[in-house]
T-cell receptor, first 110, second 112 residues
Framework: KNEVEQSPQNLTAQEGEFITINCSYS?????LHWLQQHPGGGIVSLFM???GKKKHGRLIATINIQEKHSSLHITASHPRDSAVYIC????????????FGTGTLLAVQP | KAGVTQTPRYLIKTRGQQVTLSCSPI?????VSWYQQTPGQGLQFLFE???????NKGNFPGRFSGRQFSNSRSEMNVSTLELGDSALYLC???????????FGDGTRLSIL
């Protein structure tokens, strides 16, 4: 069993739809990262959260530490949101060593 | 503020050669991490450096090595290249460990 699992692996949505990507992890963590990767490779850090909820524009990330589960929501999706979304957790302690999920490939169609 | 800069962006090598990749972190960031991304294995952690010291190493053979300089710039080296080393190599920096990481655009290494 992978330490970090994401679902779904692939997601196609119509512009304007509300999108949810899920992440479950099996290790104890201090925080969880959500990353976005566009075609061509560049990775952008969207959120780092350790409890509750964070919001940035149309993106919302939530985490439930007890259930070891996090969700990334996109409201009013747009074709420019098309990317791979990756959740990652620290390996433990004060470290930048991350364990990554396999990613969710999102395609938002106009 | 300039972002994380990785050079070169693209590199083609042949089996058996060695390669050095460079990463300049965001000014003021002392923590630098390296990751390998391949279609088969996804993203995997290579090394983490903080104040010129390697704090963590991933599960990679000894052919993969790295270092960090006093100005926080980092290099990674891969010797005796194999076809399986073809990948996107990403560098990320943060002010200190366990903080949000800022990623560079990566170096795409192709081994022929």
């Amino acid at each position: 069993k992978n330490e970090v699992e994401q679902s779904p692996q692939n997601l196609t949505a119509q512009e304007g739809e509300f999108i949810t990507i899920n992440c479950s992890y099996s290790v104890g963590i201090s925080a969880l990262h959500w990353l976005q990767q566009h075609p061509g490779g560049g990775i952008v850090s969207l959120f780092m959260l350790s409890s509750g909820k964070k919001k940035h524009g149309r993106l919302i990330a939530t985490i439930n530490i007890q259930e070891k589960h996090s969700s990334l929501h996109i409201t009013a999706s747009h074709p420019r949101d098309s990317a791979v979304y990756i959740c990652a957790v620290p390996a433990g302690g004060a470290t930048n060593k991350l364990i990554f999920g396999t990613g969710t490939l999102l395609a938002v169609q106009p | 503020k300039a972002g994380v800069t990785q050079t070169p962006r693209y590199l083609i090598k042949t089996r058996g050669q060695q390669v050095t990749l460079s990463c300049s972190p965001i000014s003021g960031h002392r923590s630098v991490s390296w990751y390998q991304q391949t279609p088969g294995q996804g993203l995997q952690f290579l090394f983490e450096y903080f104040s010129e010291t390697q704090r963590n190493k991933g599960n990679f053979p000894g052919r993969f090595s790295g270092r960090q300089f006093s100005n926080s710039r980092s290099e990674m080296n891969v010797s005796t290249l194999e076809l399986g080393d073809s990948a996107l190599y990403l560098c990320a920096s943060s002010s200190e460990p366990n903080q949000p990481q800022h990623f560079g655009d990566g170096t795409r290494l192709s081994i022929l």
